[in-house]
């Protein structure tokens, strides 16, 4: 198993037509978001405008949901919209004319067609409580990369013989063939409630 932890000087920040994102992590890490040759990139974006329209990016599949606030979507000129509260995950194709309602902060997961399939949820975890992770997710035949940010509070894992430790707005990649379903177990080492966002990406076809 390959990891990295990721920190905040690490992330890459940018604008877009409703406030900013940060990124998180891309894959392959040289890719750049703007030439649209990533597998899959995690970002989380401030919606700082009470109504936005999503970049189109019809070659891959999006996961979204709201860390703080809660956003409504639609989607292909709906009139009822998907209302999301704070951790709770929307699945759509990049290609839909997508509109937002909210000021909030979002989790972004997005996953290239064809090349790998994605995964998300969020978790709290309450003073002293544990999980193993990644819960409930497939296990993965072929690559197979996890990706934890902690958005709050501070984490505490271990992998094997190895340890680490997450504050808030770090986060960590792990890469490997196949993961185990309880292979990563993260406990909550301070005294508030730790707030975390986890993506799984599986590679199903062949990378760019």
Not at 78 to 91: K, T
Request: with cysteine.
């Amino acid at each position: 198993m390959q990891w990295k932890k990721i920190t905040p000087n690490q992330f890459v920040v940018s604008d877009w037509s409703g406030g900013k994102t940060t990124q998180i992590a891309i894959d392959p890490p040289e890719a750049v978001y703007a030439d649209r040759n990533f597998h899959f990139r995690v970002s989380s974006a401030s919606v700082e405008l009470e109504e936005s329209e999503f970049t189109p990016l019809p070659d891959y599949e999006r996961m979204i949901a709201p860390v703080k606030g809660r956003l409504f979507l639609y989607y292909n000129g709906s009139r009822e919209p998907e209302v999301l509260e704070e951790m709770e995950f929307s699945r759509f194709d990049g290609a839909w004319n997508t509109r937002s309602k909210g000021k909030v902060t979002d989790y972004n997961l997005m996953t290239r067609k064809g090349v790998c399939t994605g995964e998300a949820f969020g978790r709290t975890l309450k003073p002293g409580e544990e999980c193993a992770l990644p819960l409930t997710l497939p296990e993965a035949t072929g690559r197979n990369v996890l990706l934890i940010w902690c958005v709050e509070g501070e984490v505490h894992g271990s992998m094997g013989d190895d340890l680490l430790t997450l504050s808030t707005n770090q986060a960590i990649q792990l890469d490997n063939e196949g993961f185990t379903p309880d292979i990563i177990k993260v406990k909550n080492g301070g005294g508030v409630s730790a707030k975390l966002m986890i993506a799984q990406v599986c590679f199903t076809g062949t990378a760019l």
